[in-house]
């Protein structure tokens, strides 16, 4: 009975034209995205095309979900499904994460590059980060840019949002806010199928309890509409796996494709799709295509041509922020990785973000998991195709994920930059935790006992940190970015120039602004303009390190600007016990060659380990001589 599937699907192959078609298709995405096209003209066809693509991508998703959702009529049991105390509990929990933060750029210069594409996108409709850009007679104009490395769904999204509502930094908070309370939606929903009205609620819970949740709602990066584009994945391949049709592959297959639009190695997610998609085919004996979906995996095309950029810029990689590590993957990086794990995921002082309940729970569940994942697929052959079946084989995308984070040179959970890597694992853990628990369901008292250990966890540790928020002040360069925002609201003329490493910060929010290094390579220019009023003032953002010993303030050298420019302090304020950031405005521009400012010198010999101490230990001190 098994063994005739294969046979007419083998002839189906060659009788299906649709069949023939997504096969030449899926050959011209690999010739396109890996063989014939050099990296450079690949950046230059995402640039001039990435905004277009996204837009045609992004529509024909939308147009799918109506179809689907015009066919299943969701709304016909909403009621049931969502009950006033479910959308109280969901709108609560949505709110939680918005309340203790800030809303503001939090990691630099991730959300920062995400904010300045969808400048690009916005004004220009192309996909490039501006470089260049000046106040002209009343007039921002973006004068050059280039292709930045991160995916290009999370701009687009902020680039429409500016669309519809005029340009504003701030239009990346509106959408992450509402992504938050999309987020625990789809949660709720998902796994209200799996595991019931009560394990959905613990899901809510969970998933709410986690700060780092909280910190990418108020922030501008692009890790919480990941988790988003994951979860509506997940119940896109659920619907089609239960009940296959066009419709729900069409609309899953596009959700895939957005989703490696969204982070890079999200792309891993289409392993379980490719699974679910084989196994619906060869349990029909027969492919389920219609001809849009054969075209599919051309839109696939842009995220290989996306990836080039690595290639073409070696710096892409960072591999520089790390010294000592010369390849972005290993296999040896595991050991190094797993105790930063460890110390980000069993924190007790709430200063890695994480939700200690969600921890101990999860990875109490995980062996279990594993178990259940192998018991449910050795009987998927006799069960069909159920809910968690789909579960199960969707659970390889988050172990391919987990994997990767494992073996990647900056995979340290305890960075503050690195942190937020581990969402998707901790959004595994939430459905770790509730899958595990259905297979105890015939035990009453467990619900009640998980949602009460879920209900201490969250006010004994998860909300107390939340309102602290050491996480966030931990990280010093996302408060120096909130400061330069807050130069900006006490100067809202906004007609001077900014020279700033970080130059991008003033540009997004339509400051003119220049980098160091092009002050100094290029002083004549600045002092034309400087000379001629081009604007009322120029400022200068640097940052100046303490000398321990004697209390002097040396400038780093990347903030350096020489001895030809002469500056008057405007604002100060130390953000670490070691470190000052100053605002300056320049009051004089000496003529002549530039006099560049000393080489820096060699960085240390001192490990991570012995330059912590020597800061830990001048903080003790310190605390001690405060008055």
Partial sequence: MHAEPPMKLLQLVREDRRMGVLLLAGLLAIILGFVVVPPA??????????????????????????????????WTSWRSEFPPGILLLLLACGSLLLVHERFGFKILMDEIMLLGTSMGMHFDKQAYVPVRAHDLQGAFQLLDGQLDKR???????????????GYRPENAFVLNAGLGFGLLFL???VVRKLAGMMGAVLAVLLLSSLPLLAQSATGGGFDLLNLVMITLTLTLAVRYFVRPDQLSQQAMLLSVVLLSQTRYESVLFLIPVGIMLGWVWWRQGRPLLSWETVFVPLLFVPVALHQKIFSARESAWELASQPGFDRPFSLGYAAVNLPHWLNFFFDTTGEHSNALILSALGFVALPFLLLWWWRTLSAARTTGPTIPVAHAIFATGFAAHTLLMLFYFWGRFDDPVIRRLSLPLNLWLVFAIVTVAT?????????????????????????PAMARHDYSLDYYVGRETEWRREFMSAHPEKDYLFIDPEALIWITHKVSATPVRQALERKDILEFNFRNHTFTAFYVFQRYQVDPDTGHLNVQPDYDLGP??????VWERRFTPMTVSRISRVVAIKGGPTTMPPAPVKADTL????REKIRQEYFDNLIRRLP
Wanted: charged share 10%; aromatic share 20%.
């Fill in 41 to 74: 003209v690949a950046l230059q066809v995402m640039t001039k095309g990435g905004y277009w693509i996204m837009l045609g991508t992004f529509a024909w998703f939308g147009w799918s979900l109506f179809q689907l959702l015009r066919a299943d009529r969701p």
């Fill in 151 to 165: 995916p290009l769904l999370h701009p687009f999204l902020v680039s429409v949002l500016h669309d519809l509502t």
């Fill in 187 to 189: 949660v709720y929903a």
């Fill in 439 to 463: 297979q105890f369901a015939r035990f009453k008292w467990l619900w009640p006992v998980l949602l009460g250990l879920t209900g201490v966890g969250y006010f004994s540790f998860s909300l």
């Fill in 564 to 569: 030809d420019y002469q500056l008057e302090t």
């Fill in 607 to 610: 490990t991570p380990a012995q």
